[in-house]
């Protein structure tokens, strides 16, 4: 939908604070570092400026003008930090909005997950195989945390070893939303299960070529990619097992 504008409006105490006029006013102050100049930019009056500029400053929590007195051009208005930041943050705000009316024609993206849709639509990552699941536990061994995620449609939880340093920083707790991410090197192959290997399953090829396979979990639309060094040895419909090491998955969560 090329034509969609999605207009982003903020208030504060219940009272408009910006909105994408206030914007295109300070950015022409940042640009221009003159008001007036600034108000001729933006196509308002001067009087309209101040007034958008007064109204803002009574409810920011912060100055948002500072005066530059002097230098080459008799001194002028600037925008302070917070000014600089707020800009930043809108900019940021509006293509998060712009991103998240893309997923809403992708239906293959679940909107009742805030941590899935946020990962779909905004993270880019090397890793090729990606998965959402909740914490069901989380237990020491070894002076590692090894952490229990349950993936729907997987028979057994994926085991995640981390630090304990690692669990307190991303404040895990039973049910909370996780991603984990492994590279495909991490994901090895073999024609017969090993005996007492956690994060094992099997699978079926689904395609493979010179550099890795794709492999699909039963009738679920789980697949894991591997990195294959003898392509030869794997054909297509081969059922095989796959096993991840839980100490090269990558676990990620809001905060």
Not at 104 to 122: G, I, K
Not at 168 to 192: D, G, S, Y
């Amino acid at each position: 939908m090329k034509n969609t504008e999605i207009l982003l409006t903020i208030k504060l105490q219940q009272t408009l604070f910006i909105d994408p006029k206030r914007v295109r006013l300070l950015k022409e102050i940042q640009q221009c570092g003159s008001i007036n100049q600034a108000a001729k930019n933006a196509k308002v009056s001067y009087k309209s400026a101040w007034d958008h500029l007064e109204a803002m400053h009574k409810i920011s929590p912060r100055p948002l003008l500072e005066r530059n007195i002097g230098g080459k051009n008799g001194g002028g208005t600037a925008l302070t930090t917070y000014a600089e930041r707020l800009l930043q943050l809108y900019d940021l705000l509006e293509k998060t909005q712009d991103h998240a009316f893309q997923i809403l024609q992708d239906e293959s993206v679940p909107l009742d997950s805030l941590l899935s849709a946020t990962a779909r639509f905004s993270l880019q990552s090397s890793a090729r195989n990606q998965f959402f699941g909740k914490v069901a536990c989380q237990r020491i061994i070894d002076s590692r945390c090894v952490v229990d995620v349950n993936v729907t449609n997987l028979p057994e939880p994926l085991h995640v070893s981390i630090t304990t340093k690692s669990s307190a920083r991303l404040k895990l707790m039973t049910e909370k939303e996780v991603m984990l991410m492994f590279k495909a090197p991490w994901v090895k192959i073999t024609k017969q299960p090993l005996e007492n290997q956690a994060n094992q399953f099997a699978v079926t090829i689904k395609s493979v070529n010179d550099e890795e396979a794709i492999l699909q979990f039963g009738d679920t639309d789980i697949e894991f990619c591997a990195t294959v060094s003898r392509p030869n040895d794997w054909q297509v419909g081969q059922q095989v097992w796959v096993h991840i090491d839980q100490e090269q998955i990558i676990l990620a969560t809001l905060g």
